[in-house]
């Protein structure tokens, strides 16, 4: 069969909703990736025959898709900040929102040898991609699923550095003092388990919910910070909606905001905060 052909079976198959916008240039990904090639090939030729062998995969991929699983599940590995992580059943796959919090973070003015510590790690994009952005620090990590550790392992080997890793709620492993924590822990509040596109039944849901509000998690984080963070340290903290402006109106006296890092859709999605002289 030729790319054509194939694109026109996933295109009956897929239809745009919420959670898969754009089904099509979904469907030139799975072939791309099969075949190797950029989706540029994908689009310059669609008369091109697809060994019989790949054609069978893809059907079983767009299937999959077609049910709602994640693209980047299929396919098994997903981009962020440049590099590719694997991504594993189980274990919340990275989201671009974050590349943002990765990004203001690098911004900082951190010491030379920064210790690090990112809390609620899953497939450990944050440890890993700051270890690798910053080779001189010492990065250490914790979540509560021994899946998401096994997962940021492999993509700390993946990349060749070396993070300390922990079995742990939040930061408890941990006695710091830390120049820089992190955190993407889950913000969703309860209420949205009824409502979620397709895509989020397959991720833990350990990942996503923290309560009634969606801010258990970070809350009790954000009362350890006096005490993991060194004194000018910085802590930074991916949120929700509406979520920044609840968290800075009840700080512990010894934290001041720093700045809240707006998304493309104007969500306050980065909280930083940094800890008081004294
Ligand atoms: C939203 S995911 C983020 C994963 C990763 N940091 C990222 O940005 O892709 C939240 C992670 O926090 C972990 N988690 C949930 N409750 C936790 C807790 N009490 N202590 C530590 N980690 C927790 C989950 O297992 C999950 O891996």
Same mark, same amino acid.
């Given at each position: 069969? =030729?790319?054509?052909?194939?694109?026109?079976?996933?295109? +009956?198959?897929?239809?745009?909703?919420?959670?898969?916008?754009?089904?099509?240039?979904?469907? /030139?990904?799975?072939?791309?990736?099969?075949?190797?090639?950029? %989706?540029?090939?994908?689009?310059?030729?669609? @008369?091109?025959?697809?060994?019989?062998?790949?054609?069978?995969?893809?059907?079983?991929?767009?299937? #999959?898709?077609?049910?709602?699983?994640?693209?980047?599940?299929?396919?098994?590995?997903?981009?962020?900040?440049?590099?590719?992580? *694997? !991504?594993?059943?189980?274990?919340?796959?990275?989201?671009? %929102? =974050?590349?943002?919090?990765?990004?203001?973070?690098?911004?900082?003015?951190?010491?030379?040898?920064? /210790?690090?510590?990112?809390?609620?790690?899953? $497939?450990?994009?944050?440890?890993?991609?700051?270890?690798?952005?910053?080779?001189? *620090? =010492?990065?250490?990590? $914790?979540?509560?699923?021994?899946?998401?550790?096994?997962?940021? /392992?492999?993509? +700390?080997?993946?990349?060749?550095?070396?993070?300390? &890793?922990?079995?742990?709620?939040? +930061? $408890?492993?941990?006695?710091?003092?830390?120049? &820089?924590?992190?955190?993407?822990?889950?913000?969703?509040?309860?209420?949205?388990?009824?409502?979620?596109?397709?895509?989020?039944?397959?991720?833990?849901?350990?990942?996503?919910?923290?309560?009634?509000?969606?801010?258990? &998690? !970070? /809350?009790?984080?954000?009362?350890?910070?006096?005490?993991?963070? @060194?004194?000018?340290?910085?802590?930074?903290? %991916?949120?929700? @909606?509406?979520?920044?402006?609840? &968290?800075?109106?009840?700080?512990?006296?010894?934290?001041?905001?720093?700045?809240?890092?707006?998304?493309?859709?104007?969500?306050?999605?980065?909280?930083?905060? #940094?800890?008081?002289?004294?």
């Amino acid at each position: 069969m =030729t790319i054509a052909e194939l694109l026109a079976e996933a295109r +009956a198959l897929l239809k745009p909703r919420e959670g898969m916008l754009f089904p099509e240039r979904e469907a /030139r990904a799975f072939l791309a990736w099969l075949l190797g090639k950029d %989706e540029a090939f994908v689009l310059a030729h669609p @008369e091109h025959q697809v060994p019989e062998a790949l054609v069978i995969r893809f059907r079983e991929m767009v299937a #999959r898709r077609g049910k709602g699983e994640p693209f980047h599940l299929i396919v098994g590995f997903c981009p962020f900040f440049g590099r590719e992580f *694997a !991504v594993a059943p189980g274990v919340l796959i990275p989201r671009p %929102e =974050t590349e943002l919090l990765l990004s203001a973070v690098l911004r900082l003015p951190l010491p030379p040898h920064p /210790r690090v510590l990112d809390v609620g790690t899953g $497939s450990g994009v944050l440890a890993v991609s700051l270890k690798c952005e910053l080779p001189k *620090a =010492t990065v250490v990590a $914790s979540d509560v699923s021994w899946q998401a550790l096994h997962l940021a /392992r492999k993509n +700390a080997d993946k990349h060749q550095v070396t993070i300390g &890793l922990a079995l742990a709620h939040l +930061a $408890s492993a941990w006695r710091g003092p830390f120049d &820089l924590v992190v955190a993407n822990l889950p913000y969703l509040p309860e209420a949205m388990r009824h409502r979620l596109p397709p895509e989020l039944a397959f991720e833990d849901p350990r990942a996503l919910f923290a309560g009634e509000n969606g801010l258990t &998690l !970070v /809350r009790s984080l954000i009362q350890d910070l006096p005490r993991l963070l @060194e004194a000018r340290g910085f802590a930074a903290l %991916e949120l929700g @909606e509406g979520q920044a402006s609840v &968290l800075i109106s009840a700080l512990p006296p010894q934290l001041e905001p720093q700045d809240v890092v707006y998304d493309l859709r104007g969500v306050e999605r980065v909280l930083l905060l #940094r800890k008081k002289q004294r």
